[in-house]
């Protein structure tokens, strides 16, 4: 079995649902998930996705969130930042450094 460390994306692991599969369909991969801004229309992401598409720390995301620079609102416990938010960052970030 190949370890975890030595895997590749081009390794041609089997799909998985988005919440992992299983454990009755055989042994588990992790799960990595790539978000490009648009993927798939979505329209809201939670605060660790968010970071993923930054690249950068979930607390850095709170801090931004905290500071207006991301919108966010919850549906019952969970927090959810508008893609159009991250966008609207971007955008501003790069303007910023011109």
């Known amino acids: 079995m190949t370890s975890l460390h030595h895997i590749r994306a081009d390794d041609g692991l089997p799909e998985l649902p988005a919440y992992g599969g299983s454990r009755a ?5 992790p799960t ?4 490009a801004l648009s993927e798939e229309g979505r329209r809201s ?4 996705v968010a970071a993923q598409m930054l690249g950068v720390t979930r607390p850095l995301i709170y801090q931004l969130m905290n500071a207006g620079e991301l919108a966010s ?5 969970a927090r959810l930042i508008t ?3 991250i966008e609207a960052l971007i955008a501003r970030r ?4 011109q």
């Open 73 to 77: 609102f919850r549906i019952g416990h």
């Open 45 to 48: 992401v939670r605060p660790a």
């Open 25 to 29: 369909a055989g042994p588990l991969y």
């Open 32 to 35: 990595v998930q790539r978000f």
């Open 83 to 85: 893609v159009a938010s």
């Open 94 to 97: 790069l303007e910023a450094e």
